[in-house]
């Protein structure tokens, strides 16, 4: 978004080393190269705060709103440099180099070190948004002093290449940065584009409308700027292994930048192992089986022939259900491969899901879980499910082994369309699990999963089970850790606050009973009187009248 006034073209005639209409020309890319080094830095500071503090709908808008205040702030502000415009914007492309450059540092430096990024977040986005806006009333200034084109053309241009160059700074940020530098050499890189496109316009195009000390303190500047800028980019890869060890402590064994998330190992070899993903516990290896346990042995009572496993690359809820003889075949559905070679290749993390990767009766369909039930789970349950009666699908089990729904991206797993399209692949009589969030912590969010479940045709039976605190936290952001443990980021990860997790058991129709088949294998924590006390537990949180969540209205937000 650019600012619309425009200025009044100065008597004088500047001395350009081209032509008007090069110059001109000149001006316009440099609008183009800022424009798109300006949307980067938004997109950067956007995806940065997402997944570091999480719910990536609060974190845009709260980005945007106050860039966009600030980019206001900025044009007014730019008025008191319209009479040295090129100097002052030399100055300014070179402070938002510097701190658009900077700001993907500064702000996992405040994540690891200080547990708080929130306000860092907000100082960048206004003083981002504030310089900005001032570049292009100085532009605008600029551009009238090179040619004498009228207002309204001139503003058509400078609107056309601000617009132009956000598209691609728009598409360069996930298909060439994010992929090919990650976030913070892609934010380094673009600020020193960004110094340099300000500097060259400056220095060359206007140089000789600058005195002698003003050549030199642009020059002084963007050497500075670009060294700052070099510096840091020499020292990521030390500063990335710093803030890991700070987030997840000495232990770090492997830390992977899928296509999808960040994934950490920490421990296995002399201690406990702990996985994270994108900065979230997701297994804890001192209370894992509470949770995988509780997860999926109350769904194996009745048939269970073939299981379908939404989610759980990890492999743990696939070893509760493989202990199973009678188990004739699993479908595990992962949306990033790279949890997966984890789970198949590290020895830590094989040993602990003991090896069902090698096991013939497992299988993995890599696919976004919703897409996969809407497209080839539909054609496979159909399959399958030929000839089992009322032409239901095939899978006797489906086990919903998800992020927490307060993930903003987990939203639509946790939706009335989601449980419809898993109800289409359920045998007759097969029951869905669904790992649902904790009920002492975040009650609204347990029972809105419930309650769009029976919206879904489900009759629900809601239950918990406890965990042991592990002792270790690195949610989405460290500050709010007793939240974020509790909801154990969704996996099986230590417990905070409350110390559980909430389960709904769900079958189509009549609500099916929580209690473990005859034939379960012997367990470490589950047992008939644990599951009572966690129906219990649950029923005494219970929230009435909550509507459910669809996917053109979420309600898991907060």
Excluded at 150 to 156: F, M, S
Aim: hydrophobic share 45%.
């Amino acid at each position: 978004m650019i600012d619309q006034s425009v200025a009044a073209p100065p008597d004088s005639v500047p001395r350009l080393p081209v032509r008007p209409s090069a110059g001109r020309f000149l001006i316009l890319a440099v609008v183009f190269v800022c424009a798109a080094c300006g949307l980067v830095y938004e997109l950067e500071l956007v995806a940065l705060a997402s997944y570091l503090i999480g719910d990536s709908v609060t974190q845009a808008s709260v980005v945007l709103s106050l860039m966009v205040f600030a980019m206001g702030l900025g044009s007014l502000l730019a008025k008191r440099l319209r009479c040295r415009a090129a100097v002052g914007f030399g100055l300014v492309e070179a402070a938002l180099a510097l701190l658009g450059g900077l700001s993907a540092l500064v702000l996992y430096a405040t994540f690891a070190w200080m547990g708080e990024s929130r306000y860092a977040l907000i100082g960048f986005s206004l003083a981002i948004g504030v310089l900005i806006g001032a570049e292009i009333p100085l532009l605008m200034t600029l551009i009238q002093r090179v040619s004498r084109q009228d207002a309204g053309g001139t503003v058509a241009d400078l609107f056309a290449a601000d617009y132009v160059g956000a598209l691609v700074g728009g598409l360069a940020f996930p298909f060439l940065l994010l992929p090919w530098f990650g976030q913070l050499t892609g934010a380094l890189l673009t600020g020193a584009v960004n110094v340099v496109a300000g500097g060259a316009l400056v220095l060359w195009v206007f140089g000789h409308d600058l005195t002698g000390r003003e050549r030199g303190l642009l020059l002084m500047v963007n050497v500075l700027v670009l060294a700052v800028l070099g510096t840091a980019a020499a020292l990521v890869d030390d500063f990335e292994r710093a803030a890991r060890r700070a987030v997840y402590g000495d232990g770090v064994r492997v830390a992977v930048q899928t296509d999808v998330q960040e994934i950490v190992l920490t421990g296995g070899r002399e201690g406990p192992l702990d996985l994270y993903l994108d900065g979230r516990l997701r297994v804890s290896e001192r209370d894992e089986y509470r949770y995988h346990e509780a997860l999926v042995h109350p769904a194996m009572r009745g048939a269970h022939a073939r299981v379908l496993i939404l989610g759980g690359g990890d492999g743990l809820a696939a070893r509760e259900v493989l202990r199973y003889p009678d188990v004739r075949s699993v479908t595990l559905v992962e949306v990033d491969p790279g949890v997966a070679r984890l789970a198949r290749t590290d020895p830590a993390l094989a040993g602990l899901n003991g090896h069902v990767y090698d096991d013939p009766r497992f299988r993995v369909e890599y696919a976004d879980a919703f897409a996969w039930l809407r497209g080839r789970g539909a054609a496979a349950g159909a399959g399958l499910g030929a000839g089992r009666g009322a032409g239901r699908g095939a899978y006797d089990v489906v086990i919903s082994d998800l992020p927490n729904p307060g993930i903003t991206p987990s939203t639509k797993l946790y939706s009335e369309e989601f449980y419809g399209l898993a109800s289409r692949v359920l045998a007759k009589g097969g029951r869905l699990a669904v790992h649902a969030g904790p009920p002492a912590v975040l009650p609204r969010t347990y029972w809105t999963v419930d309650a769009t479940l029976r919206a879904a045709g489900f009759g629900t039976s809601p239950y918990t089970a406890t965990g042991r605190v592990s002792g270790f936290g690195a949610g989405p952001d460290r500050s709010h850790d007793g939240k974020n443990a509790g909801d154990g980021g969704g996996d099986g990860g230590g417990g905070g606050a409350g110390a559980d997790w909430g389960f709904v058991l769900a079958a189509l129709g009549r609500a099916p009973g929580v209690g473990l088949a005859p034939d379960a294998p012997r367990l470490r924590s589950l047992a008939a009187p644990v599951l009572k006390a966690g129906v219990l537990g649950a029923e005494r949180t219970r929230l009435r009248d909550l509507p459910p969540s669809t996917l053109v209205h979420p309600r898991y937000a907060g």
